[in-house]
């Protein structure tokens, strides 16, 4: 798109610069006031030419908008395949209230790339062909899954409908050994689009959502409304180490910055 003055190329301001998606350097355009037409602009066949009224200045009009999303999102089922299912038999002592039916379906997505590691060794183990509740307590990692769960005071309940909600599982374990000086990767999402998308000075991504937590060892399972955080912890340190890079620039906490980084993501103490 060309924004022209065609006063200012009548008199001699005729260098404009022509900028190409993905290249930050510019190419210098010189244009002229004035189109002869020759013979070679145009082939007749017993037919004329003519020009139409033609103006000297020309309005754009431009509006602000925004994207509810730019990545796709992880709960369209048309990118999503079953992995697996579980249904679990919860019984929890008295602080939580007792019997609880569990249900889960586990996912895996066409865009989105989950990462699995050996609890004891933190190795990067094989993508697993079928993902149940077992395997969530026996290997570290993150998992697409849909829950639900109710308090019974019989495990012999027949359910027919079943409101499941979205989740992305972090199944950590407590004899993992996770350092910082070792990042390993558990969810990501590369999107490679050819269209062209720009942020400006006053553009924002928003990164938002809610979280749970459970300091059951050994257990992949959530309870609705519930997380023990009984744990003497310090809210600085609840959150996830992520990358974000857009383009060739890598968000680093506070800014933009061309070196490969990360930044934490904090929860609020609250959930």
């Known amino acids: 798109?060309?924004?022209?003055?065609?006063?200012?190329?009548?008199?001699?301001?005729?260098?404009?610069?022509?900028?190409?998606?993905?290249?930050?350097?510019?190419?210098a355009v010189s244009l002229s006031q004035s189109k002869s037409i020759t013979a070679t602009d145009y082939s007749e066949n017993g037919g004329q030419i003519s020009l139409d009224n033609v103006f000297?200045?020309?309005?754009?009009?431009?509006?602000?908008?925004?994207?509810?999303?730019?990545?796709?999102?992880?709960?369209?089922?048309?990118?999503?395949?079953?992995?697996?299912?579980?249904?679990?038999?919860?019984?929890?002592?008295?602080?939580?209230?007792?019997?609880?039916?569990?249900?889960?379906?586990?996912?895996?997505?066409?865009?989105?790339?989950?990462?699995?590691?050996?609890?004891?060794?933190?190795?990067?183990?094989?993508?697993?062909?079928?993902?149940?509740?077992?395997?969530?307590?026996?290997?570290?990692?993150?998992?697409?899954?849909?829950?639900?769960?109710?308090?019974?005071t019989s495990y012999d309940n027949d359910y027919n409908n079943i409101n499941y909600t979205d989740y992305v599982l972090l199944h950590c374990h407590q004899e993992a050994e996770y350092t910082t000086s070792t990042l390993r990767p558990f969810f990501e999402l590369e999107v490679n689009d050819s269209a062209a998308s720009f942020l400006g000075g006053n553009s924002y991504i928003i990164i938002k959502g809610d979280f749970r937590f459970l300091d059951r060892a050994g257990e992949m399972y959530i309870l609705q409304g519930y997380g023990n955080k009984k744990d003497d912890f310090?809210?600085?340190?609840?959150?996830?180490?992520?990358?974000?890079?857009?383009?060739?620039?890598?968000?680093?906490?506070?800014?933009w910055t061309a070196t490969d980084s990360t930044f934490n993501l904090y929860f609020s103490d609250n959930g």
């Open 56 to 152: 000297n200045k020309v309005k754009v009009k431009s509006s602000l908008y925004s994207f509810d999303s730019i990545i796709p999102s992880i709960w369209d089922d048309d990118y999503l395949t079953m992995y697996g299912d579980s249904v679990q038999e919860i019984n929890e002592d008295s602080e939580v209230g007792g019997k609880h039916k569990c249900f889960f379906k586990y996912y895996k997505h066409k865009n989105y790339k989950s990462y699995y590691y050996d609890k004891s060794t933190m190795n990067r183990v094989a993508d697993p062909t079928k993902v149940d509740y077992n395997y969530t307590q026996n290997y570290v990692g993150a998992t697409i899954c849909r829950h639900f769960s109710e308090k019974v």
């Open 234 to 255: 310090s809210s600085s340190k609840l959150y996830i180490k992520c990358k974000l890079k857009y383009g060739n620039k890598y968000w680093n906490g506070t800014e």
């Open 1 to 27: 798109m060309y924004f022209l003055d065609y006063d200012a190329i009548k008199n001699g301001l005729n260098t404009y610069h022509r900028y190409t998606v993905g290249n930050v350097s510019p190419v």
